[in-house]
Structures are given as C-alpha cells and as structure tokens.
C-alpha cells in the first residue's frame, strides 16, 4: 500500500513539477493513523517525495500529542506518540529544497475494562463486578457484553462506570468481555472460570475408642491451602459437626458408640467436597499383676501391681482393692502403684481401669498367720554355770529367720534374733530361782513359747 502512495505521489509531483517549475512536494504517511489517548503508541512515518522516499525530513507532532523527529535514510522515522486528549494529532514534514507536507492522526480515547474476580469456579453462581474507564475515567452507558464458557449476557455501564452481573458458567474456559461506545476505542478483557478445587480433609486421630468421649481435630485444605468455613460432618458410629476458622481446624467432640467407620465429610461453596475416615475399635484390654499374690492377715503389707495393655505399662491406671482389705492406687509411668493392704483373713480383688480400656482384676489370698515353734538346747541349766544355750525357731517344720527370743526369769534377761538357718546362741547365767520363759516373736507369726529348767 505503502508502495503504492509513493508511487502515486510520486507521478502528481511529477506532473506538478512540469506544470508549475518549482521545488518537489514532501508526503508523509503514518501507521497507524488512529492512536488511544493516554496510551503510548509507536507510530511509524515515512516521509517521499520526487518519486522516492526522502532521508533526513523534520517531522513534528503538534495538537492533541507533541513530538518530533528525523527520517532515516530509507525515509522512516518511529516515534513514541501519546496523546493527552482526543482529537487530532497535526503532522508537518519539512526539508529544504521541498514543499512541506501536512497531514494528521487521530486521537481517540480507549475503553478500558476490568473485571472483579478475574476468575471464577465452574458451576458456582458468584456476583462479578466490571469498571469500564476511559482514559482514567469512568464512562456511563458502555455497552458491556459478556461470552464464553456457556455464558451469554450484556448491559450499559451506570454513572460510576460499573456493571454488576451474577455469573454462573456451566462450563470451564474463558470468558470474554468486550466494552463498545461511540466515540471510544473497544475495550476488552476476560475471566476465566475453572473447575471446582477439590477439598481435603485430615484428622489428629484415625481411631477411636469405643464409649470413650474424645476430641478430634479436622483440618480441611484444598492445594495445600487451609480453607475457611468449610462445614466438616460426622456420621456412622457417631456424629457431629463443625465449620473450620482461618487455619482450617474444626474441633469436634464425639462418642463412638459401636465398633465400625465413622464417616467425614467436608463441603464448602465453590469447593468439590472432600471425604475421610475414622475407625471405631473395641476397647484395648487392661492385664493386672499382684505381687505378692498372698498377704497374712493382720499384717499390714506392701503389694505391687502392676499394669499392662499388650507390651505397653500403662500410667494414671486407678487400682482399687475390695474384699478382705480396701484401698486403691494409681500407676506411675513403668505401670506400678504400690498400695499398703491390711487384710483380714478371707479373699482381695484387685481391680483395674483407665478410660479408653477394658477393665481387669486379680484376685489375692490373706491367711490367718502361722505359729512359731521354739526348742532351747540345752534345755536345762545350773545355777551360777554361765551357759551357751542355742534356740530353734520354725514355722512347721521350716526354719524362721530375724525372730526375735527373749529369756526372761531366774535373773536372766536376755534377747537375740535368729538367723537364716532359725537359730540364735545366747550365754545364760542364772543366780535365782524361779522360771524361766523364752518367747519367739516375728510379725505375722503367732508366737512360740518354752521354758528353761534349771
């Protein structure tokens, strides 16, 4: 086209030239020849004359835009243009030797449209609000019409230079927006509607115990973000429901109420919802050892238990003792709590419980306490002949270590204490008459009597 008008140009001047006998005419042409106001334009000149294009030729921008600039030597000259208001932009083209040339641009300002979101959710009804501008403007009565993703809709801009439209696209893509008014450049721009994120839900617990109230936490994200006011429901083996804050917690409280799976579910507007599960399992069992497994009656004594679930000792477990003795304990961290028992003769139930398991017990026995048996050897001494009189304590027939003998009578006093084979040797000198007793004496134990001739 271009080629063209040079060569047209270029055949009037010629003829003008033959006619008239003076200088050659300058032309001047631009791309483009319509620029939007308030936006920089590069604008392409090429200046020709005498059947040529012509290096060298001052253009200036004068009118709505100003600016100026030299030809190159194949006769093109590229300006930024920026017009600050509509109208025309004069063009003049002058070089000696040359008639100067005068043409212009027009100036026509651009609509611009933004829409607020730019991107929406599949199959989700949501207000979108477009701005229609126009050289930072608003502009009243755009035209604004809405296509694409199963959409068809339109309306005019109100004074503030804004339309509001409820949206709900059927279908994924884009959607284009185009703003038309007399006057105005056409704008355009688009929203892009994608498919519902899908949410994901995790939970601080995947089992649970049966009967045994319990707190669990619901986190539900969609793409690794935390989503708010997702609404989180239980079902199945119990239920419950919760709407997550800002970090996408939701506690809930819960009590299962048999073995099985309880259902979770998560939903939230513009969200494809999310599931998981939790188990419900039978309480874990509680096994309870005694240690000793027998205690004497009437004398108060220290009884281990301890308690285990499988492998595991189990703390805070409450021991509580029934029967012939009462009292109760509470385990510590290796699974034992030591409980003093003072029993009368008859049967102990130790029993076992903690929340979360199933109970245990154990039975122990309390006895009535054994009787001592004591012989002195020699059996009889003379008076004013110290003595080494050797004493045996037994319970029937075994030997009773850390009894203690006491020799009382005929002037004697005299106490020792058994060993580990029952026997204890004491030097006796009696000076008096009278008898003289021994009584052999352990806890748990009745005691045994003898006496010493002499």
Do not use: C, W
């Not at 045994?212 to 079902?235: H, K, L, M």
């Not at 039978?282 to 240690?291: E, Q, R, W």
């Amino acid at each position: 086209m271009i080629g063209g008008l040079i060569a047209g140009f270029a055949f009037s001047s010629l003829v003008s030239a033959m006619v008239m006998g003076d200088a050659p005419q300058l032309y001047i042409v631009s791309t483009p020849n319509n620029v939007s106001v308030g936006k920089v334009t590069n604008v392409k000149f090429l200046a020709f004359g005498n059947g040529g294009a012509v290096s060298k030729v001052n253009i200036t921008l004068g009118g709505a835009a100003i600016g100026n600039g030299t030809t190159d030597q194949d006769g093109y000259l590229i300006l930024p243009v920026n017009a600050t208001s509509r109208g025309t932009i004069n063009l003049t083209a002058n070089k000696n030797g040359f008639k100067n040339s005068t043409t212009y641009i027009t100036a026509t300002p651009e609509l611009d449209i933004t829409a607020t979101p730019a991107s929406i959710t599949t199959g989700t009804a949501i207000f979108v609000t477009f701005l229609v501008t126009g050289v930072g403007k608003p502009v009243s009565d755009a035209l604004v019409n809405i296509s694409g993703a199963g959409v068809e809709l339109e309306g005019l801009t109100d004074s503030a230079g804004q339309i509001i439209k409820q949206i709900n696209a059927p279908s994924t893509g884009k959607i284009t927006i185009k703003a038309v008014k007399n006057g105005y450049v056409s704008g355009s721009t688009s929203v892009t509607s994608s498919s519902q994120p899908v949410l994901s839900i995790s939970t601080s617990q995947n089992t649970v115990t049966v009967n045994t109230p319990v707190y669990v936490v619901f986190t539900v994200t969609a793409g690794g973000s935390p989503v708010r006011d997702a609404t989180v429901e239980i079902s199945g083996t119990a239920s419950g429901s919760a709407v997550t804050n800002s970090d996408g917690n939701a506690i809930i409280q819960f009590t299962s109420v048999s073995e099985g799976t309880i259902s979770v579910s998560a939903s939230a507007t513009g969200y494809a919802g999310g599931s998981s599960t939790i188990t419900s399992s039978g309480a874990p069992a509680l096994s309870l050892a005694a240690n000793p497994a027998s205690v004497i009656a009437g004398m108060p004594s220290y009884v281990v238990f301890t308690v285990t679930s499988g492998s595991n000792f189990i703390n805070e477990a409450l021991v509580t003792i029934t029967g012939a003795a009462s009292g109760n304990g509470v385990t510590n961290q290796n699974g034992q709590a030591i409980v003093l028992v003072n029993s009368t003769a008859g049967t102990i139930t130790a029993t076992v419980s903690k929340q979360g398991y199933s109970s245990a017990s154990v039975g122990l026995s309390a006895t009535g306490a054994s009787t001592l048996s004591v012989s002195a050897n020699p059996s009889n001494i003379s008076n004013g002949v110290p003595t080494y009189v050797t004493f045996t304590v037994k319970s029937g027939s075994n030997a009773v270590s850390g009894a203690t003998v006491s020799v009382s009578g005929g002037g004697i006093t005299a106490d020792g204490m058994t060993n580990s084979a029952g026997q204890v040797t004491l030097q006796l000198n009696t000076l008096s008459a009278g008898t003289i007793n021994v009584v052999a004496r352990k806890a748990g134990h009745n005691d045994a009597t003898t006496t010493l001739t002499h």
